[in-house]
Every structure is written in structure tokens, then in C-alpha cells.
């Protein structure tokens, strides 16, 4: 979360998605001089929020905001649906099961309960949305079918490391000092929400991440086998350069810059554990390829210009807290520029290993 107030949820925030090969493709043989459409390809999306949109500035709702909505806060701007309009000439079934705040026990075997669309009272405060709770979701899996030939997966960062970067932002609220989480982690406080006390680099979680992968992107083989498996990583989220980040800003509100320095190094932790582990799935035969994010929004992380940026900050402005003026809650994730590049990046290699079908 984002502040004590304002709530971070990288997955609810990130990103497993299965996806339909689409358009571009030429014709799949001649016959008598005679092009022969491609086979049309069906397309599943399976992630969290990095995945499905959530913030207003990647798009405008999926579904009407009100009683009967899934809760789950898709985007019509997020990579999915940009994905399935580019490559519309191809594509026959597709389904979108993004959800925000999905972790890899949502898609693999747990039912989720979205919590929906937050919003800020006029003193900052993040409110719950009104209409929650929401029906429970099945795990995203099941939406795979045998007769998947594309599928873009961006997941993993709920497992642990947002409920990390919310205690972070309570943490470093309440002082100066520049390394107050890791100094909470090293001291037990976290071991409540499963972060042990001698692991400054969260080595196991993560290992722990990078196992759950490894079963994931080997039942999508077996509930699909003829398809291909995308992995989409996060991007560059926190700046190289803290100085970029105003304390107590609309961007990442009370986080100290020792702090912001050693999450940006966990969440790289993640993206290599995620792409070391989609490549160890497919030297087993099975059809899986990393597509990197993080390379290309260096520089466009949370405390970039606003003409620059790909990824938001906590809110859209910040406002004087009793007057208002705050904004929607962006909770820290990818806009509209950052999903236009993934649907770009995807479908460039999709029309690629599917050219010839």
C-alpha cells in the first residue's frame, strides 16, 4: 500500500496472461496459388493488476462501476485488450482473467476475492471501494484450455513483495531514518507477514517464487499443450537515482531513499528469479519465453517527469489533505504508455512464432 494510507498492490495489482495469437500472420499455405487464411488462435490472459490495468491512467474501466462488477479492475487501456486489438485478424476464442491482486496461488489453486477500486477521502485516506466484497474468483487457470495457443502470464508480485513495500511506506512515515524497513525486517517486525528476520535479501521467498513458477509454467503445458507461454516481467518501478523522489510526495509518499534503493534491488531479484526460472522451463521442452520490461522503462519509473514516466506514483496529484484535490489512486502502477509497449513487445513475437501455422 501506498502509506499508511494510500495501498501499493504490485499485483493487484501485476501480471499472468494467456494470450490468442493474432493478426499479422500470413497465409498458413497456397494452395493452387491460392492463399489459405491462417488458423485463427486462442488467446487466455492470466496475471494481476500489473496485468489488468487498475489505475484510470492505463485506461478507462473494463466494467461499469457498479453492483454486479467483478471487482477485479480491468482496463480497456491495459496490455490484454491492446493485445487482443492488434492482433484481432487472427484471433478466434480469447478470455481475460487479470485480476488485481492475484499472486500465484490465485491462478494456480486458490479461489481470489477482489477487493475492488480504491479511492482517498479528503484527508488522503485510502477507502475501501463501496462495493465490495466481490465474489470470489476462480483460480486462473482454470480458464486454460487444451485448445490454447497463446498465453501471457505476468505474476509474482503479491507473493510478498507488496505487502513488503506497504509496511515499508508505515515504517518510514513515522522517522528520517534512511534504512528504517530493512532495519524492521533485520529486527523480526515482519515475520508476521512471512518475511524472516535473517534474510535482508528475502533469498527464500523468493526461491519460494521461483518454485511456484516452475509448477505453474508446467501445468499450463499439460492443460495446453500445443500452446505458447509469455512471461511478462515487471518494469523499473523505483529510481536508481533517489534524489528524484521528493519525500512525502504524490509519488512514493513517506518512502526513505535507503529504503527505495534496497526494494528497487529485491524487485530485480524477482524479475531475474522469474526469467532464470522461464528459462530452465523451457530447456524441459516446454514452450515459455521472459519478456523483459524492466530494461525499458529505466528512467521511467514512479519519480519520473510526467511526460516521461511509464509507472505511476501513489496518486495522480497530490492534494491538501482537508481540501482535497487528490486525485484517483494510482498505487503505484503502469500506465497507459507502459501497456501499449508490453501489447506491442508481445505481439511482435507472437506474429513471429505463429507466422507459420
Known sequence: MCSKTVGLALGSAAVVSVVAVGTGGSAAADVDGVPVPAPRLSMVNLGDSYSAGYTRLAGDPAEPDEPGKSGCERTLGSYPYLLKDELAGRLGRTVNVTCGGADTDDVLVTPQSPAGHASLDRTGLLQADPLAPFPARPPQIEAVSPDADVITIGIGGNDYFSRLVAACLEADAVGD????????????EYTGIGLPADDPLLERPKHALAGKYRTMLDELAARAPHARVYVVGYP???????????????????LNRGDITWLRQLLDGINAAIASTTAGAAGRGVPAEFVDTHRATV?????????????????????????????????????HRYHQYVAGQLAQRIRHDFERR
Open 177 to 188: 531514518d534512511p534504512d528504517q524497513c530493512q532495519d524492521n525486517l533485520k529486527a523480526g
Open 236 to 254: 523499473s518501478v523505483f529510481p536508481a537515482d533517489t534524489g528524484t523522489c521528493a519525500r512525502n510526495s504524490q509519488e512514493l509518499f513517506t
Open 299 to 335: 528512467g521511467r519509473d514512479a519519480c519520473a517527469p510526467r511526460g516521461t514516466k511509464w509507472v505511476e506514483g501513489c496518486t495522480e496529484r497530490i492534494g491538501t489533505p482537508g481540501v482535497g484535490g487528490w486525485g484517483e489512486p494510482a498505487l503505484i502502477h503502469p500506465n
